[in-house]
């Protein structure tokens, strides 16, 4: 392992079983992911990408291999473990931004801070500075369905951020965007990785998001396959 | 239109304290979501109104029934009936003379003022008919005053005690008759048969089958009914026991008498009406059943829509635990306002009402048994009833739940 991985992968693999077939979305998978690095992963549907970017979150737990996050085997961990360590170090964007709908943009991203110990106001100085930062200060009481996609996205990304990750998750986060707003969204990403030294690690089909990226790595059948 | 993107200031690192972490969703979560879909909220608060109301009924009934059975018998009284029919007084047959050989053999038995608390009364259910309404069958009791001595729990509310060709009703009778309570005001009149008799006096026995009885003056109804003799001999003891009396049954059984404490006789009759209790029961189960699955049905729905908003939320940090607590919580909200729906209706259209029976008429209430019952229903059902749909929501692997429609 390299001493500024922030994300060290060796022989990693997951498979599960189908019915009475097993199937292995990843096979003997080693990386490793700098500290404030942007890394893209590509690939053909059923490559392995969303299975890699779930455990790398600890979403999902390895078969077996080796998974670091921060020094952390995240393989050893309990179902518990891992949902508290989410809660301090993952933050999490989808794809279809999976606000919850009856809850306003500032309760939105309240949500990871009422899992830490924080005064009121501490936490909306937090959010308020989240919102700031994704440039939605003025959208706060709105609720989801009172915001456009990009609106929403930038939402899921104040609420990823919030409490100061030191690791975001992307699934395919400018999908279901326009190319602005895609673009707008990858320019926060990137400000994220370059100026907060966030590590980021984004799921996309599209080669115009990952270029974004510091370095993009392709997948396929469960294995890497190149990487630029 | 996405605005500028301003330069990023984050507040720093938050101080990780673990022992003062809460991980619980905030209440507004649970409450927002209850008015996600009224119509679903509108069939869960409906739907645990209607099982709370209905339970709450069924043990209202059932305790109204029993209440009545256990206050209507006295353990200082004994009655008399013929040997054979121990079961029902009014198909029991007592020779006329025992009255006077039971008060004269019997000692310790209650005196007032020289005279014993002996009372021969002729028990019979016949068609009653108030003039310009329907014949309903009733609750006839033949008596002397001496009767008094023995049903102390008679009180005349107005009138006064039945002379020949006059009646005395008890304060429930009009239920028992399905007529208003001002047909069987004093003066007014009721028949049996063809006879006519004048209603002479109202009283009351509270929570005993007495308040449902028509009270005539003995002969008439010996004379009416062609009786040469009585239904039953009614005792109050003082200082003799119940053993006494069965003692003297068998000393003279040339008379052919059994003796039973009232308070036995009335027990063994309230055992006679136990499969009704269990057939309300069962009713109001099978409806409430019917409620609960329907319910439950309405939770799937609500909570399975919710199964990637639910996964997202542990994807962010909270515990399948906390979020369980939120969905207990909201469930909770839905049936408690349906239990106190429950109790409002039930206060309303429940309380005080009167339910009449064979043999007697008792008084439903809202006791602390039947308000605990419904609350205890409420609050099974908004945390039991939520385990399957919550446990099929909250089970699925996390990745698979992010991924669902």
Avoid: C
């Avoid at chain 1, 915001?147 to 930038?154: F, K, M, N, T, V």
């Avoid at chain 2, 028509?214 to 005792?235: G, I, K, P, Y």
């Amino acid at each position: 392992m390299s001493d500024s991985a922030y994300i060290h992968i060796q022989s990693l693999t997951k498979s599960y079983h189908k019915g009475k077939t097993l199937i292995t979305p990843l096979q003997d998978l080693s990386l490793d992911v700098p500290s404030g690095e942007f890394l893209a992963l590509m690939g053909p549907s059923g490559s392995g990408k969303t299975t890699l970017l779930n455990l790398i979150a600890g979403i999902d737990s390895p078969t077996s291999g080796l998974l670091q996050v921060q020094g952390r085997d995240l393989g050893g961990l309990s179902r518990a473990k891992l949902t508290r360590w989410r809660s301090d170090h993952v933050g999490y964007i989808f794809q279809l931004y999976h606000l919850i709908p009856i809850l306003t943009a500032y309760e939105n991203v309240e949500l990871p801070l009422l899992l830490q110990k924080l005064s009121k106001r501490e936490r909306r100085q937090r959010i308020l500075a989240a919102l700031d930062l994704v440039g939605l200060a003025d959208r706060a009481t709105h609720r989801p369905t009172e915001l456009s996609g990009g609106q929403e996205q930038r939402v899921a990304i104040a609420r990823a951020i919030v409490h100061d990750p030191g690791l975001l998750v992307a699934d395919e986060p400018t999908g279901d965007l326009d190319r602005e707003s895609a673009d707008s969204i990858l320019g926060l990403l990137d400000s994220l990785a370059n100026d907060h030294g966030k590590t980021i690690v984004m799921v996309t089909h599209d080669p115009k998001a990952a270029s974004a990226a510091h370095r993009t790595l392709h997948l396929e059948k469960g294995q890497l396959i190149s990487g630029s | 239109m996405i605005g500028q993107i301003r330069p990023i200031r984050l507040i720093g690192p938050i101080t990780k304290n673990k022992e003062q972490r809460t991980n619980m969703l905030p209440f507004t979560y649970a409450v927002r979501n209850l008015f996600r879909d009224p119509g679903r909220l509108l069939q869960t608060v409906g739907g645990s109104a209607l099982v709370v109301f209905l339970l709450m009924a069924a043990t209202a009934l059932n305790q109204g029934m029993s209440g009545v059975l256990s206050a209507s018998g006295s353990a200082q009284n004994v009655i008399l009936m013929g040997k054979g029919s121990e079961e029902s007084i009014e198909r029991s047959e007592v020779h006329l003379e025992a009255e006077a050989i039971a008060a004269t053999a019997i000692r310790g038995l209650h005196q007032t003022l020289g005279q014993t608390a002996v009372s021969g009364e002729i028990v019979y259910q016949a068609p009653l008919q108030i003039p310009g309404k329907d014949k309903a069958q009733g609750l006839l009791r033949g008596v002397t005053e001496k009767s008094l001595l023995v049903h102390q729990t008679v009180r005349l509310l107005e009138g006064r005690f039945p002379s020949p060709g006059e009646v005395m009703v008890g304060s429930l009778v009009y239920r028992k008759l399905g007529v208003d309570e001002e047909a069987l005001a004093v003066g007014k009149v009721l028949n049996f048969g063809s006879a006519e008799f004048t209603i002479s006096g109202i009283f009351t026995a509270p929570g005993t089958v007495l308040e449902s009885e028509v009270w005539f003056e003995r002969n008439d109804l010996a004379t009416l009914t062609q009786r040469d003799t009585l239904s039953s001999v009614v005792l109050r003891l003082d200082t003799a026991e119940a053993e006494d009396v069965e003692i003297f049954t068998l000393q003279r059984n040339d008379l052919e008498l059994a003796a039973i404490r009232e308070d036995h006789y009335f027990a063994k009759l309230s055992g006679f009406y136990a499969p009704i209790r269990t057939m309300t029961w069962l009713t109001a189960m099978l409806v409430a059943a019917g409620a609960i699955f329907g319910g439950l049905n309405t939770l799937y729905a609500a909570f399975a829509s919710r199964i990637k908003e639910l996964a997202t939320l542990q994807s962010i940090g909270y515990t399948r635990r906390a979020i369980f607590i939120s969905l207990v919580q909201e469930s909770l909200l839905a049936t408690l306002t349906g239990t106190l729906l429950a109790l409002i209706v039930a206060l309303v259209f429940l309380d005080g009402r009167t339910v009449p029976f064979s043999i007697g008429t008792f008084r439903l209430s809202l006791t602390p048994l039947v308000i605990i019952t419904g609350l205890s229903i409420g609050i099974l059902l908004g945390t039991i009833g939520i385990l399957p749909p919550a446990w099929r929501t909250l089970a699925p692997p996390l990745p698979k739940a992010l991924r669902s429609n």
